[in-house]
């Protein structure tokens, strides 16, 4: 089992920053893969962000290129997901998953663990 609990989000300014961190516990060893999702209300999930624990890989939606940096604390079993420049599109509750890295680690079904969600609100 492996537990992922997020925090950092709020309500913040179109233009303004966020990070939100995900701390993991339990068989994380298990899992290599720890993505970024999001979703809207109305809308599908979707793929935000992925890191490989293991070499630090990182992948990115074409949404959120150049904004958004996905890191990670090895010993601190820590993800995080800083966010720059939010448009009010950001919007969305995101969730932390961990998984196994296959591809481009965007696909939801790669993650058999999820956080709870942190809601992120960006005003225009």
């Known amino acids: 089992q492996v537990q992922l609990v997020e925090s950092g989000g709020g309500l913040v300014e179109a233009g303004g920053s966020l990070r939100l961190s995900c701390v993991a516990s339990?068989?994380?060893?298990?899992?290599?893969?720890m993505g970024w999702f999001r979703q809207a209300p109305g809308k599908e999930r979707e793929f935000v962000a992925a890191i490989r624990w293991s070499d630090g890989s990182t992948y990115y939606a074409d949404s959120v290129k150049g904004r958004f940096t996905i890191s990670r604390d090895n010993a601190k079993n820590t993800v995080y997901l800083q966010m720059n420049s939010l448009k009010p599109e950001d919007t969305a509750i995101y969730y932390c998953a961990a998984g196994i890295f296959t591809g481009r680690g965007d696909y939801a079904g790669l993650y058999d663990y999820w956080g709870q969600g942190t809601q992120v609100t960006v005003s225009s």
């Open positions: 339990g068989r994380t060893f298990a899992r290599d893969a």
